[in-house]
Every structure is written in C-alpha cells, then in structure tokens.
C-alpha cells in the first residue's frame, strides 16, 4: 500500500487502474442529467456479448465463451452537440443461465461425509422483467443462421408497445452464407400490426469484427432519448399545470380574508403609528438608563401593588419620571460650568499675551526716546557715518498704533537680542579703522 500510494504521488498510475481523460471529468464535474436503460436480446452466438464489449469500447475477440448471467455496464452518451450527459446502462440479457457450483474453502475435515456442494440461482430472464424501466430493445440475429431469426419473430411481440426497438443482422462479413435478405425481415416488421401511438421498430444490419453499423446503432439511441426527454418534459409541465390551478384557487381564497379588507388594514396602520407614538413620549426608565434590573421579588410587588392600587402605579411613574427629569438637568448644569470655566482659561491666556505684548512694545519705544548723539561736521569721515546711522534710524512714534506694520509683525519682534546693537558696533569700528587710514 505504501508503494502504491508514492506512485500515486508522483502522477504514475498504478497497474489495472486507468487515468480518467480531462473531457470525462469536465462531463462528471457536471453531473448526470438523464438515465438511460438499453437491452439487448438474442439467440445463443448472435454476437451480444461482443456488441456489450463494443459499446464498452473494447476490442474484438475472435474466441467464443458463452455468457452465463446477466452482465450490465454503464456508458456515457451525449445527445449530438448538446451538454447534456446521459449515463447509459446496457443490458446483455441471457434467456436462461447457467447454474454456477461454489464449494466450499477447504477445511480440516473430521469425518469421511462429502462436503455439501452450493448452487447459485443465475441472474437471467426467467428470474426479472428485463423490460422494466427499459428505454430501448436491441434485437440481434445471424443472418446465416434462420433459427436466430426464428427468436425474434417469437420474442418481438412481448415487448410493451412504448419502447422503441431496433433489430440488427450481424455477421455482414459473411453476407454470401445469408439465409435472409434485408426485405424480408422489413416485411416482417411492417406486418406487425402495431397500433397508433406505439414505438416503432427499425431494422439494420452490422459486424461486430470490422465494427460496421455501429454508428447507425449510436444515432438510434437518440429516439429513446428524445422520447424520454420528452416524457419529463410532459410531467413537468403536468406539474406547473397542477402548480397554476393550486395559484388561482389561493387567489380565490385570498379574497375572503381580512388581509383583503381595506377599512381593517387601515385600523391596523392607525394602531401601529398610535403605538409608535406612544414608544417615543413615554419617558425611559431610570433603571434601563442605568442598565439596572429589577430584582424578582421588587418586580412581584410592583405588579401585586399595580393591581391592587392603580393611584399609586401612576404616582410612582410621576416620581420616576420627575427624577428622570432631575438628573438631566444635573447633567446640563455641569456642562455649562464646564463651558464657562473653557471660556475663562482662554480669556486668561488671551490677556496674558496681550501683556507680554504690550511690555515688548514698551521696551522698544523706550530704546528708540534715548539722547541723541553729536554730530560732527559733514566734511569730515565721521559727520558722514552720523549721517549714515541717522537714515538708518525710524522716526520717532508716539503710539503703539503708529509703531505696528500693517502687514505684520516679525518673529524677531518678540525676542530679546542684541543682534542690533551688535551691527551697529561693527560699522562703527568699520568707520574708526577708515578714519584711521586717512591722513
């Protein structure tokens, strides 16, 4: 088993075991949509064990080997270009079968008594109704041998009139020995008398050894398809026959009920939007807001003290509902005090910055009221220096309305540095070193 499983793993397929083609599988994968049952019967050594093993799709043999018992094989057949599948089950029947002896396993024996030899009944048509659920007849004969066609002139009339039937002459290849010619037997089926309506029988011929006629055989498995197709198509439609008249009878039916009635389905509408109403005024319970219920004992009272006293039931819904009423307020005076104390932190940080402002601005306008310095006379280096500096200088402002820009006001407004002052010192010691250097 463990070999047998590893070539099953390396895509190798054991001995006695075949490899199902990829068309095969796609017809399963769809599963099966109709049954078929084919039978076929003839005389001994007409050739229908060999047309049994042709539409299984194997080969020819020449040896004869009597058939014991009914065999049964199940084929696939599709109905033209259609995707359909249609499983087949092909019938070899034997007339009368023979017996089969089995002994029994050897065993220690312990006395001289024979050992009781066992037979089986044989599976044949003396022991069912071959033709039971059948959907088609095949009818073999030897064409060089009369009393096979003897059979059928005996066999033919017992099959029911519904099935269609098909007798085929074998042994073509050895047409010089026949003993009777194709219009013979084609007179024979016309003389049946069949009445209206019955399946009709074809007549043909074939050889099982070259393998002619087999596909006039496989073009006649489309009139028993077709007719059972048709057969479930007519009680499908005897179904949505059935399936309309039980419609109308409950439209009838629907009438006389109150669903029909007009003034109580608009009664009904009144009640739910009433009760709807009602859902939305009512006041929630103090007990389902906090998630709380009743205790089993609390819940009898309450129902014993409802029943016995409906003043109190109302006056304990109008406290409940008064302190439902209570804690919302509660709940909204909280929100504002939260609001208000929002509100003065940020009018803290507002007047803050405003301060923090207000004394920047101050600190600048101090610095630009100082003295001012001597001006020395414009002929010479440092008169012009002054002069120089004194541009450089903004006007004096008396407001802090007038200091602001309109556009805006720079980061390093805000900040104390003496990044000015230092500028300043390095012109003037540009200015002493150019004064230097004059003579």
Known sequence: MGNDHGKLQKGITPAGIQSMDEMMQKKFSRGIQYNMKIVIRGDRNTGKTCLFQRMEGKKFEESYAPTAEIQVTSILWSYKVTSDTVKVEVWDVVDVGKTQQKQKKAQLKLTNVPVPVQEDSPLDAEFMDVYQNAHGVVFMYDMTKLWTWKYIEQELPKVPLHIPVIILGNFCDMHHHRVLIAEEAELFIKDLGRPDGAAEVRYGECSMKNG?????????????????????????????????????????????????????????????????????????D???????????NEAGASNVAAKHSPTVARKTSGASASRHANQRKEAVGKEEEVERGEEVEVRERVSSFGA????????????????????????????????????????????????????????????????????????????????????
């Open 212 to 284: 002619f006629g087999l596909m006039f055989l496989h073009k006649f498995l489309s009139v028993p398809f077709l007719q059972l197709q048709q057969e479930m198509l007519l009680s499908q439609i005897q179904v949505n026959r059935e399936q309309m008249l039980a419609a109308k009878e409950e439209l009838e039916a629907a009438k006389c009920t109150d669903d029909q009635n007009y003034e109580l389905y608009m009664k009904k509408l009144a009640d739910l939007s009433e009760a709807a109403k009602n859902r939305r005024n009512s006041p929630p």
């Open 286 to 296: 103090d007990s389902a807001d906090k998630g709380e219920k009743p205790s089993n």
């Open 356 to 439: 923090k402002l207000t004394s920047k601005i101050s600190t600048l306008l101090s610095r630009q009221k100082g003295e001012p310095k001597t001006v020395p006379s414009p002929k010479s280096p440092p008169a012009a220096a002054a002069e120089r500096k004194k541009r450089k200088q903004p006007s004096t402002t008396h407001d802090i309305h007038d200091f602001v820009p309109d556009d805006a006001v720079d980061e390093q407004f805000f900040t104390d540095s003496d990044e000015d002052g230092a500028e300043e010192k390095g012109e003037e010691e540009e200015e002493e070193d150019s004064d230097e250097d004059v003579p």
